[in-house]
């Protein structure tokens, strides 16, 4: 499924995107007070910003709900990323909390447990995310496709939602993408390297061409999908999230905003899923960004941010979004 597999197809932060500094290693990356702190959710590991959004019930931390002048979001990562992909972006979002889960089988997450499906995930994560104090959730690609479940089973759970670069299962699908996802099983079966096999997937220009076109993003990501174990392309791996079909039509039960943000030069198939969740919710609305590809929000993480932080503080307040050098539509 384009930027979430198929069938089969996480880590360490991207460190800095689209030029914008994020300090020196072990210092605060988010921009706000405190330290990041972790957690865990069930064996699904989970970072926090340190002020407000804590990790919850589960970690050694201790809870704290003062999410600032803003409610607490939560960040669900793409494939072969992890939650530390989110720090960076944090410090445009100053003033509140910040929680990142990573999800099955990436970063220091536990894989799916026999009988977990997308229904049990889904409902983990919107339990611990209230528990958390969270308010909004915001998704990459992958990402989207739970976030997605979370919104389809608790409609009127959270103030907002944001999807970038959106899938859903059994949505429309990019060929040149598929047989990459192929390639990666087959090249993992034959016991090829987490080196190998992390070069093949970045050879991936639908996927990462508007950010290999930004050197320090690209390097920074590659370092973290570098990392990445590709456990979850023996056997079903993560399959059960990606099956059966997502009824994006009951997405007519989300009253909250749900913002789509994808970049001018989106993949087809992914431009296709957003217009159709948009256009689902009552609330939807698509923005795109330009100048960037699959991977906008990582790509351009302040012009994106701003987009996405006035959305937020559109659902909470009422008032209509800050305009943003950016296409609008519906």
């Given at each position: 499924m384009n930027g979430a597999p198929p069938g089969p197809p996480g880590g360490d932060p991207p460190g800095q995107a689209g030029g914008d500094p994020t300090g020196p290693p072990g210092g605060d990356p988010t921009g706000q007070a405190g330290p990041a702190v972790t957690g865990d959710w069930d064996g699904l590991a989970v970072i926090g910003s340190g002020r407000g959004g804590g990790a919850g019930r589960g970690d050694?931390?201790?809870?704290?709900d003062d999410t600032g002048r803003g409610g607490g979001v939560l960040w669900l990562?793409?494939?072969?990323m992890g939650a530390a992909i989110w720090p960076p972006l944090w410090r445009h979002l100053p003033g509140r909390g910040h929680v990142a889960v990573d999800l099955p089988w990436h970063g220091r997450s536990r894989p799916l447990r026999g009988?977990?499906?997308r229904a049990a995930l889904a409902d983990l994560l919107a339990g611990?995310?209230?528990e958390a104090g969270v308010r909004h959730v915001v998704a990459l690609s992958f990402g989207t496709v739970v976030a997605l479940e979370m919104a389809l089973r608790h409609p009127r759970a959270f103030a907002s939602w944001t999807l970038a670069a959106p899938s859903y299962a059994g949505g429309p699908q990019e060929r040149a993408v598929e047989r990459h996802y192929l390639d990666l099983a087959l090249l993992h079966r034959s016991a090829g390297s987490r080196a190998r096999t992390a070069a093949l997937w970045m050879s991936c220009r639908p996927i990462f061409g508007g950010i290999a076109a930004r050197p320090a993003a690209h390097s920074a990501l590659a370092d973290v999908i570098g990392r990445h174990a590709w456990d979850e392309l023996a056997?079903?791996?993560?399959?059960?999230?990606l099956e059966p079909r997502q009824p994006v039509a009951r997405l007519s039960a989300v009253a909250a905003p749900l913002l789509v943000l994808v970049g001018d030069g989106e993949l087809p198939a992914h431009r296709a899923c957003a217009?159709?969740?948009?256009?689902?919710?009552?609330?939807?609305a698509l923005r795109v960004l330009p100048g960037t590809g699959h991977l906008a929000l990582l790509e351009e993480p302040r012009a994106a941010l701003r987009i996405v932080g006035a959305h937020l503080a559109g659902a909470e307040h009422g008032g209509p979004p800050?305009?943003?050098p950016a296409e609008v539509s519906r």
């Amino acid at each position: 499924m384009n930027g979430a597999p198929p069938g089969p197809p996480g880590g360490d932060p991207p460190g800095q995107a689209g030029g914008d500094p994020t300090g020196p290693p072990g210092g605060d990356p988010t921009g706000q007070a405190g330290p990041a702190v972790t957690g865990d959710w069930d064996g699904l590991a989970v970072i926090g910003s340190g002020r407000g959004g804590g990790a919850g019930r589960g970690d050694d931390t201790g809870r704290d709900d003062d999410t600032g002048r803003g409610g607490g979001v939560l960040w669900l990562h793409g494939y072969t990323m992890g939650a530390a992909i989110w720090p960076p972006l944090w410090r445009h979002l100053p003033g509140r909390g910040h929680v990142a889960v990573d999800l099955p089988w990436h970063g220091r997450s536990r894989p799916l447990r026999g009988g977990e499906d997308r229904a049990a995930l889904a409902d983990l994560l919107a339990g611990r995310a209230l528990e958390a104090g969270v308010r909004h959730v915001v998704a990459l690609s992958f990402g989207t496709v739970v976030a997605l479940e979370m919104a389809l089973r608790h409609p009127r759970a959270f103030a907002s939602w944001t999807l970038a670069a959106p899938s859903y299962a059994g949505g429309p699908q990019e060929r040149a993408v598929e047989r990459h996802y192929l390639d990666l099983a087959l090249l993992h079966r034959s016991a090829g390297s987490r080196a190998r096999t992390a070069a093949l997937w970045m050879s991936c220009r639908p996927i990462f061409g508007g950010i290999a076109a930004r050197p320090a993003a690209h390097s920074a990501l590659a370092d973290v999908i570098g990392r990445h174990a590709w456990d979850e392309l023996a056997g079903a791996g993560i399959r059960p999230l990606l099956e059966p079909r997502q009824p994006v039509a009951r997405l007519s039960a989300v009253a909250a905003p749900l913002l789509v943000l994808v970049g001018d030069g989106e993949l087809p198939a992914h431009r296709a899923c957003a217009e159709t969740i948009a256009a689902a919710a009552p609330g939807g609305a698509l923005r795109v960004l330009p100048g960037t590809g699959h991977l906008a929000l990582l790509e351009e993480p302040r012009a994106a941010l701003r987009i996405v932080g006035a959305h937020l503080a559109g659902a909470e307040h009422g008032g209509p979004p800050d305009p943003a050098p950016a296409e609008v539509s519906r």
